[in-house]
């Protein structure tokens, strides 16, 4: 079901490492196709994508959920899930609250320079719903948005003949959410990014989905921002000896279980006797699992038990793959963590399940994948903000600095750069 090698060749690792390496030039050219029919003939090509691929009609007067249907959704969630869900909002409320930058003022002879820190004007949340109503990412996406400062925020999230999920509808209503729309895939990405007469544009999209949303992100990128390139979900364990193989499999079946079939689930050790235990753990557990179809592809196509010299060398390896999870499940978690440099979110000792990190604990699950945690952050306050450089000089600074000025424009051959320089020394 899952490969297991012990001490393998860089060769028989590489299909983890090279795992985002995919192309998908047939699924990029129905995207595109999407968009160009959305930019130009807005919400009839929108309505008619959620048709088609939907299976639910949509007009001007119903894409949007009204405060009515979120109330009376929300009423449905069961109260233990309400209490959960306040709890994770104060959870991850104070772990964000810690992010919020602060511009600076530098202030010398007549000279005062300045970096304001603002927040976006809107954003565009992209909340999953197909396969399963993702409430937990409303959190995760929203609150930080809301810390920092963000006046208008939008979610889509794909339409349901059922209506909008329970659980939803309260996160919605419990931060205050109001303008949701019955939007999913690549169709959602491009209203909010042009804009229609019943979708306002965003300034900002964010949100994990699909290989649609996310080729439409791609696509779409520098119309509108976006927090980042999401690929399916992946972990990595490095685990000792001492870890028990039955928190080891199912922390791995965790990521393998989001259904795609392309999710990458590895766990490398410096034990052969915990290697074999999580296989015999793994084959117990998955043929009875509902989603054992899916389960078995991914865990055949990118997932990995291997066994290295030591544990040293599982966090080398761990930091070429620069996994969206990592779990370190060995007795001085810390102590191997220093060796860690590539990661979007790191777990440390067996009782710290990546679930907590994907519902509760505080940080963000929005994550980088496909090794893009070498130069990706997870989702957090900052991709809400933007900075503005402020410049003032006054005119005993400005003659101080004038002559340099013109100098560098005229070596550069730019005339009037020069020219401003020279105007105001003279003047």
């Known amino acids: 079901?899952?490969?297991?090698?012990?001490?393998?060749?860089?060769?028989?690792?590489?299909?983890?490492?090279?795992?985002?390496?995919?192309?998908?030039?047939?699924?990029?050219?129905?995207?595109?196709?999407?968009?160009?029919?959305?930019?130009?003939?807005?919400?009839?090509?929108?309505?008619?994508?959620?048709?088609?691929?939907?299976?639910?009609?949509?007009?001007?007067?119903?894409?949007?959920?009204?405060?009515?249907?979120?109330?009376?959704?929300?009423?449905?969630?069961?109260?233990?899930?309400?209490?959960?869900?306040?709890?994770?909002?104060?959870?991850?409320?104070?772990?964000?609250?810690?992010?919020?930058?602060?511009?600076?003022?530098?202030?010398?002879?007549?000279?005062?320079?300045?970096?304001?820190?603002?927040?976006?004007?809107?954003?565009?949340?992209?909340?999953?719903?197909?396969?399963?109503?993702?409430?937990?990412?409303?959190?995760?996406?929203?609150?930080p948005a809301q810390i920092a400062g963000v006046k208008r925020i939008a979610a889509v999230t794909p339409p349901s003949h059922f209506g909008l999920h329970p659980a939803m509808a309260y996160a919605f209503s419990r931060l205050g959410i109001t303008e949701?729309?019955?939007?999913?895939?690549?169709?959602?990405?491009?209203?909010?990014?042009?804009?229609?007469?019943?979708?306002?544009?965003?300034?900002?999209i964010v949100g994990p989905g699909n290989l649609y949303v996310s080729l439409a992100k791609k696509i779409l990128f520098g119309r509108t921002d976006i927090d980042m390139i999401a690929g399916p979900s992946e972990i990595c364990i490095i685990a000792d000896k001492e870890a028990p193989s039955a928190f080891v499999a199912r922390d791995l079946l965790s990521q393998a279980e989001h259904g795609t079939g392309r999710e990458s689930a590895v766990l490398l050790t410096d034990s052969p006797i915990l290697a074999e235990a999580v296989v015999r753990e793994l084959n117990r557990i998955v043929p009875d699992t509902k989603a054992a179809a899916p389960l078995r592809q991914a865990l055949q196509t990118y997932g990995l038990i291997a066994v290295l010299p030591s544990l040293s060398a599982c966090a080398d390896f761990s930091n070429k793959m620069a996994p969206e999870h990592l779990e370190l499940m060995v007795r001085q978690p810390r102590l191997l963590l220093k060796k860690i440099k590539h990661a979007g979110s790191v777990f440390l000792g067996d009782w710290t399940c990546e679930s907590l990190g994907d519902y509760f604990a505080g940080p963000n699950h929005v994550l980088p994948t496909h090794s893009t945690a070498r130069f990706f952050s997870p989702l957090g306050v900052y991709h809400f903000i933007k900075r503005m450089n402020v410049t003032e000089y006054d005119r005993n600074a400005f003659m101080a600095s004038g002559k340099a000025v013109a100098a560098m424009a005229e070596a550069e051959g730019l005339f009037f750069h020069a020219d401003a320089a020279h105007i105001r020394l003279y003047a």
């Open 180 to 204: 949701v729309y019955r939007l999913g895939g690549a169709q959602a990405i491009a209203a909010l990014a042009l804009g229609t007469a019943s979708v306002p544009r965003v300034d900002k």
């Open 1 to 143: 079901m899952m490969p297991l090698l012990i001490n393998p060749k860089s060769d028989a690792l590489k299909s983890i490492l090279e795992r985002g390496k995919v192309d998908y030039p047939i699924e990029e050219k129905r995207v595109r196709d999407i968009i160009a029919r959305i930019e130009k003939k807005g919400d009839n090509a929108l309505f008619e994508a959620t048709r088609r691929f939907d299976k639910i009609r949509l007009t001007i007067k119903t894409v949007r959920i009204s405060q009515t249907e979120l109330k009376q959704q929300a009423t449905k969630c069961p109260k233990p899930l309400q209490k959960a869900i306040r709890q994770a909002i104060e959870n991850i409320r104070l772990f964000h609250q810690k992010q919020l930058p602060t511009g600076y003022e530098i202030k010398r002879h007549g000279i005062r320079l300045a970096q304001q820190v603002l927040p976006l004007d809107s954003v565009g949340l992209y909340i999953p719903g197909g396969s399963a109503p993702l409430f937990s990412t409303i959190l995760m996406t929203a609150i």
